[in-house]
């Protein structure tokens, strides 16, 4: 048995620190690399490590790792004894990889996602045993028919699912019981339509707690047709953003773990995001739980 099981993106990650006199470089121009980091992308594999850290225990399942780089992967995992053996390794197969170039204002990603999405299936097959082996269960959607298998049987199971950056109409976003809808999903599948609009379809179709983040802007939140309220994430002058909405994702299940209300429990996702973003490579370094609780106090005492 564990906490949290997590179906969804596991990729090997080098993270480049450009010198603090740089920008990121336009065509034909030059930047100086001050710094390279070994690292973790992935919604999953990030939300996972940010579980461990805070004290859950967990479960991952997700797309393939070629040989190549499942090494690196599994090193960087051992500290955090998250529960790995549904893992593949394929060989002779590349799987997926990504560059991020972090500057003082922004970060710039670099990889194979497009051709590894629009391509034949390169993830495992859910389990159901998994799903009720766990309390919660964590689903990116980006895995097609097997995404919205995790999501059936959860259902079945009559477990809770958080997911993230669905449409509305989407099996997944209808029944999880908290859904993070970012600027991404917004800007792609719904760029003509106005956000209170959108908000509104996502009350009358979804079950559970809709929220939409805006980065460092308030974030909008409600259930059901009740009314939208709003909170204002933690003010912070950010090192790294990658990983602030797998680690988001982590403080929510965290909350719903301990039966928390929805604003306390966006209120320390918010806090745990905002932890995680004065670190760099993201959740890799990050605090634990004492450390959340900690950068929480301190922001209370101001």
Known sequence: ???????????????????????????????????????????????????????????????WLGEKNSKKVFSLLEPYKIELSRLSI?????????????????????????SFHSGDRQWNYPQESDIQDAKIISIDPYFKEESLSVAKMCVKNQKSFVSLDCKYDNFIAQNAEVLVISHELRNQSYPNIDLEELFGQYQKNC???????????DLWYSRGDMERKLYSPYKIV??????????????????????WNDKTTIEFACAVSACVCLTIPHT?????????????????KK
């Open 1 to 63: 048995m564990y906490d949290v099981y997590l179906f969804g993106m596991i990729s090997a990650s080098t993270v480049y620190i450009l010198d603090k006199n740089f920008s990121f470089p336009k065509p034909n121009q030059y930047a100086e690399i001050n710094q390279e980091l070994p690292s973790i992308g992935g919604e999953a594999v990030n939300s996972a490590i940010m579980l461990s850290k805070l004290g859950i225990t967990t479960k991952l399942d997700g797309n």
């Open 90 to 114: 394929k060989k002779e197969y590349n799987g997926t990889e990504e560059i991020v170039i972090v500057d003082q204002t922004t970060r710039t990603v670099f990889g194979n996602y497009a």
């Open 207 to 217: 079950k559970g707690l809709i929220i939409f983040t805006f980065g460092d802007k």
């Open 238 to 259: 950010p090192i790294d953003t990658t990983g602030a909405g797998d680690s988001f994702r982590s403080g929510i299940i965290y909350g719903l773990l301990n039966s």
């Open 284 to 300: 890799l370094n990050a605090p634990n739980l004492e450390g959340v609780f900690n950068f929480i106090k301190g922001k209370k």
